[in-house]
């Protein structure tokens, strides 16, 4: 908090995740789902009229269960989305002890580079009137602000929706710095779920687990220990091996990024490519897949090599980039955007 | 705490103020509810450019100048919009249907590549419109459309398309509504999955249908039996029809069909041998009118066919179709994407 009483705050909407970084020090990330009692016991049993992170995904069977920016995307015309959008920032702000004096607030919002190309304006119509000003930018780019990595680098935000990629090449990046893969964390685990199912028939698990399982033991390339996870077969706890399946699934995400990673690089002024070759950055879920950096600067190599960098606070990279522009943008801007 | 990587050999200050500028007006636009910068700048040339062709004060060579060479896709599409939508004329009494329906000059599509990004997917029928049924009446058009169609989306968003879907889920969309999200959602294509009843239950076949005019009985039939539940009167017809002749969408419409059905049959010929290939047709279908982007109606299958409707029961025959649909959209979306280099 500044001493004029201003809250600033960067918040990363992601797919999967959303997180938020003040300017009083606190920082939390909660699941980005939203959900609202299905009947009269549901309303009852949890005691609440709308439910959102963990506990909503935790008692999914009770809910009316939203993911509001499932493919990096607000459904059109789907107010249920919009509406999730809302009690999503609402709990973000509350969170950092920022409800209820929203003239204070000043919000910088990064949502998924497609969002931000296609339904801006619905976004900003959802988050009317919780923050006193509010500017909502693409995610790689609060991500490339946060980490001055502004002039002749690349952004490659590999979440759950969707993958981001983005070049800084010294302005606002418009549609022509930007590509967007709906190749992402969430078909990772499609295809992992499938593979599993394959191979053990007999096995219950469901996509929520195989979630986790990706999250603790992604990886590309030659395995660090075998992957082993728990699962019920005919009702007894029984450990299966699935590093194959985890290496197929995670690998899967390889020819799409480095085949969108050179067509960007491609349309970089020549004279510059080098440089962003060596400046590339990778963020979000993508940064924890195991051996996935390496995997790419592998794949450089043939266009001359280059580093790929993977942040190191990929949950929070986000939201501190947002932060950071909050904290840097005028006073007379926000308030131009004062609502 | 943010990462930080080596700075920029540049005024770090000076440019994150600058950036810090854009990116302030972008957000004053968006909440003034103009669209972004970008397609603020994109709609001001092309609609210069539209006003030259209607016009016609603009030749081919200066329409191959460097601002057609490197617009967007989504511009040269706005553009062919706004070329292929003539003003209505004045409602005149006595004036003769044919005079009103009159092609308007031809356009060399060659000048207007169109590089494909977001795909519109229509999955005929659903809901109370079940479609045409199987011999034996156990498989439905609906739902047979639904399962290819995701099958198909799911391919087109590994290949980097973008897809909008009609419909979702069994549920009823009219033909208004479906074209209405095609326009809405901006897509670059539209394709719309049917499958095919014969009288003659020996024949079965593919073919792929683009906007056109009919002199076919049989096809005239068939289309008033997809547009029956369209939502649109004769008025409202006879109102599209007027734009929607332009000879560049129904040169890319046809172009689009001709990739299909040659993909479609080259695919599933070897595991149906008698398969026919019905051809490439015009017909005025609905969602072809109301579309403003290239659109066909492709007829994947033939449910009045005993042996094609056993096929359709197998998860194979139906992923193998949604394939095939993949790369004739993929060879179109290439031949575009090429030409739109070779302006560039």
Same mark, same amino acid.
């Given at each position: 908090?500044?001493?004029?009483?201003?809250?600033?705050?960067?918040?990363?909407?992601?797919?999967?995740?959303?997180?938020?970084?003040?300017?009083?020090?606190?920082?939390?990330?909660?699941?980005?789902?939203?959900?609202?009692?299905?009947?009269?016991?549901?309303?009852?049993?949890?005691?609440?009229?709308?439910?959102?992170?963990?506990?909503?995904?935790?008692?999914?069977?009770?809910?009316?269960?939203?993911?509001?920016?499932?493919?990096?995307?607000?459904?059109?015309?789907?107010?249920?989305?919009?509406?999730?959008?809302?009690?999503?920032?609402?709990?973000?702000?509350?969170?950092?002890?920022?409800?209820?004096?929203?003239?204070?607030?000043?919000?910088?919002?990064?949502?998924?580079?497609?969002?931000?190309?296609?339904?801006?304006?619905?976004?900003?119509?959802?988050?009317?009137?919780?923050?006193?000003?509010?500017?909502?930018?693409?995610?790689?780019?609060?991500?490339?602000?946060?980490?001055?990595?502004?002039?002749?680098?690349?952004?490659?935000?590999?979440?759950?929706?969707?993958?981001?990629?983005?070049?800084?090449?010294?302005?606002?990046?418009?549609?022509?710095?930007?590509?967007?893969?709906?190749?992402?964390?969430?078909?990772?685990?499609?295809?992992?779920?499938?593979?599993?199912?394959?191979?053990?028939?007999?096995?219950?698990?469901?996509?929520?687990?195989?979630?986790?399982?990706?999250?603790?033991?992604?990886?590309?390339?030659?395995?660090?220990?075998?992957?082993?996870?728990?699962?019920?077969?005919?009702?007894?706890?029984?450990?299966?091996?699935?590093?194959?399946?985890?290496?197929?699934?995670?690998?899967?995400?390889?020819?799409?990024?480095?085949?969108?990673?050179?067509?960007?690089?491609?349309?970089?002024?020549?004279?510059?490519?080098?440089?962003?070759?060596?400046?590339?950055?990778?963020?979000?879920?993508?940064?924890?897949?195991?051996?996935?950096?390496?995997?790419?600067?592998?794949?450089?190599?043939?266009?001359?090599?280059?580093?790929?960098?993977?942040?190191?606070?990929?949950?929070?990279?986000?939201?501190?980039?947002?932060?950071?522009?909050?904290?840097?943008?005028?006073?007379?801007?926000?308030?131009?955007?004062?609502? | 705490?943010?990462?930080?990587?080596?700075?920029?050999?540049?005024?770090?200050?000076?440019?994150?103020?600058?950036?810090?500028?854009?990116?302030?007006?972008?957000?004053?636009?968006?909440?003034?509810?103009?669209?972004?910068?970008?397609?603020?700048?994109?709609?001001?040339?092309?609609?210069?450019?539209?006003?030259?062709?209607?016009?016609?004060?603009?030749? &081919?060579?200066?329409?191959?100048? +460097?601002?057609?060479?490197? #617009?967007?896709?989504? @511009?040269?599409?706005? !553009?062919?919009? $706004? /070329?292929?939508?003539?003003?209505?004329?004045?409602?005149?009494?006595?004036?003769?249907?044919?005079?009103?329906?009159?092609?308007?000059?031809?356009?060399?599509?060659?000048?207007?590549?169109?590089?494909?990004?977001?795909?519109?997917?229509?999955?005929?029928?659903?809901?109370?419109?079940?479609?045409?049924?199987?011999?034996?009446?156990?498989?439905?058009?609906?739902?047979?459309?639904?399962?290819?169609?995701?099958?198909?989306?799911?391919?087109?968003?590994?290949?980097?398309?973008? &897809?909008?879907?009609?419909?979702? +889920?069994?549920?009823?969309? #009219?033909?208004?509504? @479906?074209?209405?999200? !095609?326009?809405? $959602? /901006?897509?670059?294509?539209?394709?719309?999955?049917?499958?095919?009843?014969?009288?003659?239950?020996?024949?079965?076949?593919?073919?792929?249908?683009?906007?056109?005019?009919?002199?076919?009985?049989?096809?005239?039939?068939?289309?008033?039996?997809?547009?029956?539940?369209?939502?649109?009167?004769?008025?409202?017809?006879?109102?599209?029809?007027?734009?929607?002749?332009?000879?560049?969408?129904?040169?890319?419409?046809?172009?689009?069909?001709?990739?299909?059905?040659?993909?479609?049959?080259?695919?599933?010929?070897?595991? +149906?041998?008698?398969?026919?290939?019905?051809?490439?047709?015009?017909?005025?279908?609905?969602?072809?009118?109301?579309?403003?982007?290239?659109?066909?109606?492709?007829?994947?299958?033939?449910?009045?066919?005993?042996?094609?409707?056993?096929?359709?029961?197998?998860?194979?025959?139906?992923?193998?179709?949604?394939?095939?649909?993949?790369?004739?959209?993929?060879?179109?979306?290439?031949?575009?994407?090429?030409?739109?280099?070779?302006?560039?």
């Amino acid at each position: 908090m500044t001493t004029d009483g201003v809250l600033y705050a960067g918040i990363d909407l992601g797919t999967s995740r959303s997180s938020i970084s003040a300017s009083n020090g606190q920082r939390h990330v909660v699941d980005s789902y939203v959900g609202w009692p299905l009947d009269m016991v549901a309303r009852k049993v949890l005691k609440k009229t709308v439910v959102i992170g963990r506990e909503a995904l935790d008692n999914r069977l009770m809910l009316d269960l939203h993911r509001p920016l499932e493919r990096g995307l607000i459904k059109e015309g789907s107010e249920k989305d919009e509406a999730a959008v809302r009690e999503l920032l609402q709990h973000l702000l509350a969170l950092v002890g920022a409800d209820g004096k929203n003239a204070k607030i000043r919000a910088v919002v990064g949502v998924p580079a497609e969002a931000m190309r296609i339904n801006k304006q619905n976004l900003r119509n959802a988050m009317k009137g919780l923050t006193g000003s509010l500017m909502i930018v693409s995610e790689p780019f609060a991500v490339a602000y946060g980490m001055d990595a502004l002039l002749h680098t690349m952004i490659i935000d590999i979440g759950a929706g969707t993958s981001d990629f983005c070049v800084m090449n010294g302005r606002y990046p418009t549609e022509e710095d930007q590509r967007t893969l709906t190749t992402a964390g969430d078909a990772v685990d499609d295809q992992l779920y499938k593979l599993i199912r394959e191979r053990h028939p007999e096995a219950r698990f469901s996509i929520h687990m195989v979630r986790e399982w990706k999250e603790k033991w992604s990886f590309v390339g030659e395995p660090k220990d075998r992957v082993m996870v728990t699962a019920p077969i005919g009702g007894k706890p029984t450990q299966l091996d699935i590093t194959e399946e985890m290496r197929a699934a995670c690998e899967t995400l390889l020819p799409p990024v480095v085949e969108t990673m050179f067509d960007l690089l491609s349309r970089v002024e020549p004279e510059y490519q080098d440089r962003v070759r060596q400046n590339i950055i990778l963020s979000g879920g993508g940064g924890l897949v195991r051996g996935l950096g390496p995997a790419l600067e592998s794949a450089l190599a043939e266009v001359g090599g280059g580093k790929v960098k993977v942040v190191k606070d990929p949950v929070f990279v986000g939201s501190d980039g947002g932060l950071a522009i909050a904290l840097d943008a005028p006073e007379s801007d926000w308030e131009k955007l004062a609502s | 705490m943010a990462q930080k990587i080596a700075a920029p050999p540049l005024d770090a200050r000076r440019l994150k103020s600058r950036l810090l500028r854009e990116m302030v007006r972008e957000n004053l636009s968006t909440a003034a509810g103009g669209p972004p910068a970008a397609l603020r700048r994109g709609r001001h040339r092309w609609r210069n450019l539209a006003l030259g062709v209607g016009l016609s004060v603009l030749t &081919v060579s200066q329409l191959a100048s +460097s601002r057609v060479q490197t #617009a967007s896709p989504e @511009r040269v599409a706005a !553009a062919i919009v $706004a /070329a292929t939508e003539p003003v209505p004329p004045a409602p005149a009494a006595g004036a003769a249907d044919a005079e009103r329906f009159a092609r308007p000059t031809p356009i060399d599509p060659a000048v207007f590549p169109l590089a494909v990004r977001r795909v519109v997917l229509d999955p005929g029928h659903g809901g109370d419109n079940g479609g045409t049924r199987s011999p034996g009446g156990t498989l439905v058009e609906k739902a047979l459309t639904l399962d290819i169609a995701e099958r198909l989306r799911r391919l087109l968003e590994q290949g980097q398309f973008q &897809v909008v879907m009609t419909r979702e +889920s069994d549920q009823s969309v #009219a033909l208004t509504q @479906r074209t209405e999200l !095609a326009n809405s $959602a /901006a897509g670059d294509i539209f394709v719309s999955v049917h499958l095919n009843w014969i009288v003659s239950r020996q024949s079965h076949g593919v073919e792929t249908y683009f906007l056109g005019p009919t002199q076919d009985p049989e096809l005239t039939r068939l289309a008033a039996e997809e547009n029956r539940d369209s939502g649109y009167s004769l008025a409202d017809l006879r109102r599209l029809l007027d734009g929607v002749y332009a000879s560049v969408r129904e040169s890319q419409s046809r172009r689009l069909a001709e990739s299909v059905e040659h993909e479609l049959f080259r695919a599933l010929h070897p595991v +149906s041998p008698d398969l026919e290939d019905r051809g490439v047709k015009s017909a005025p279908f609905v969602v072809l009118i109301g579309t403003r982007m290239p659109a066909i109606l492709a007829e994947v299958s033939c449910l009045s066919n005993a042996e094609e409707a056993r096929l359709l029961r197998q998860d194979e025959y139906r992923q193998l179709i949604a394939i095939a649909l993949y790369k004739g959209i993929r060879t179109y979306a290439q031949a575009a994407s090429h030409a739109d280099q070779k302006g560039t």
